[in-house]
């Protein structure tokens, strides 16, 4: 026997029919939670010391949280032990900034060593009673059913609000507790593999960085191209060795801009498109034919977005691209160098903490350390296959992800049943 359960008429659609087990509950989850909100910290205490102070910045698309320094606010004022979230609190986004309101209503558990305290706008959840299992409630939250909900009755434009009252509101699918604990062991064991396969992909980048650190300036060398005996000279770059030279950029290759908008791209272009951000657009024509390296010429992506291509491609005027080889160069190689130096260059060219723009003699005037062709070569190929297995384990990561939300539209809906 299934339960069928009609949601009241909401924004965007008459009703929504929802069917469930029979022996499964149906019921507002302000029948079994109650949400705490936090306190309003005084930002003239705001700092780069002290404890963490949680904002909606911390929260993860899937759930969950993470402190980088871009993200990370802390507080040096005073506070007391209520303000102070403990581990294991499960605690909810209540106002969004994200354009596509994302975050709203996203749950996270606190895990942390240090202090984190309790902000405005964060929800943290009391359970009311032992009926819903604190980990079955994390996946529901991250559910359609939910999301939809608390997306529809958000207040606010640019910023978006919930508050107790709308998620109090909101209807939940209640299994028996011994089949919550079996959902929700199930899908965090899917999320425990997500998580080591992103661990394994931050191992292999740290790996690949360090191989291009040392192989790239000659540091480390392949096996059968040392030539040197051990002996290092003095360039631009710093010290090389001995059987390496070091040449300017404009001496390397040619340096030209595109001349197409943004607003020339297609969404089912032919070609590839490269703009001013790492995303690659598409277009209906090609300028270029052949081997190049891509780089904005200004915008956010300013020294830290590069692209490699090896084929007929269009380009925006304000991207630098550097095409013709001269013979004694292997474009992969060039890029690559290219791609970890280039950033710092212009950083030290400039006075001010960020670049607005690039000026060609900024990539020009570029050194880069040239091996012979045939060595420079194989450091690429060796960095290629790096590359290679990262982005097989990327997509292996991907599709669990994929997994994991088909299997919480079976697990929570009781379309697929474990017990």
């Known amino acids: 026997m299934q339960l069928t359960f009609e949601y009241p008429p909401s924004k965007t659609h008459d009703k929504a029919r929802m069917i469930f087990p029979e022996e499964w509950d149906v019921v507002s989850l302000g029948d079994v939670v109650q949400l705490g909100h936090g306190f309003a910290f005084s930002s003239e205490y705001f ?28 507080f040096s004022g005073f506070f007391n032990k209520s303000m102070v979230l403990k581990g294991g609190d499960l605690v909810i986004v209540m106002t969004d900034l994200t354009p596509n309101c994302n975050l709203l209503g996203k749950p996270a558990f606190v895990s942390s060593d240090g202090i984190i ?41 640019t910023v978006r609000h919930t508050s107790n009252k709308s998620i109090y509101k909101i209807k939940i699918p209640l299994p028996p507790i011994e089949e919550q604990k079996a959902i929700a062991k199930a899908l965090s064991d899917v999320d425990a593999l997500i998580n080591s396969l992103d661990q394994l992909i931050a191992k292999k980048r740290d790996i690949k960085q360090g191989a291009m650190q040392e192989l790239l300036t000659g540091k480390t060398r392949l096996p059968g191209f040392d030539r040197s005996n051990g002996t290092f000279k003095q360039t631009d770059v710093g010290m090389l060795p001995s059987d390496w030279e070091c040449e300017l950029v404009v001496h390397l290759a040619e340096i030209s801009t595109g001349g197409k908008n943004t607003q020339d791209k297609v969404d089912d272009g ?16 090609y300028s270029f034919d052949g081997e190049a390296v891509l780089t904005a010429g200004d915008g956010v992506g300013t020294g830290k977005v590069f692209h490699y291509i090896n084929g007929k491609f269009d380009v925006h005027q304000r991207v630098y691209q550097i095409t ?34 690039v000026r060609m003699d900024m990539i020009a005037k570029m050194p880069i350390p040239l091996p012979k062709q045939e060595e420079q070569k194989a450091i690429a190929q060796v960095l290629s296959d790096m590359d290679a297995e990262i982005q097989a384990l990327e997509a292996r990561r991907d599709k669990t ?18 017990l």
Request: charged share 20%; aromatic share 14%; glycine share 8%.
């Open 47 to 74: 700092s780069d010391k002290g404890p963490i102070l949680l904002t909606p910045g911390n929260f993860k698309l899937e759930g969950g949280l993470y402190f980088e320094a871009r993200n990370t606010k802390r």
């Open 117 to 157: 305290l309790h902000n405005q706008r964060i929800g943290k959840v009391k359970f009311l009673g032992s009926k819903l299992l604190p980990k079955y409630l994390f996946y529901t939250l991250l559910s359609p059913i939910y999301l939809s909900k608390v997306k529809e009755s958000a207040t606010g434009s």
């Open 270 to 285: 032919q070609f590839p498109f490269f703009v001013r951000s790492q995303k690659i657009e598409c277009i209906n024509s």
């Open 324 to 357: 013709n080889f001269k013979n004694n160069v292997d474009g992969y190689f060039f890029f690559l160098y290219f791609s970890l130096h280039f950033y710092n260059r212009i950083m030290q060219m400039t006075a001010k903490s960020s670049v607005d723009s």
């Open 401 to 418: 992800k994929r997994l994991k939300q088909g299997m919480m539209q079976e697990l929570l809906t009781g379309r697929t049943r474990l």
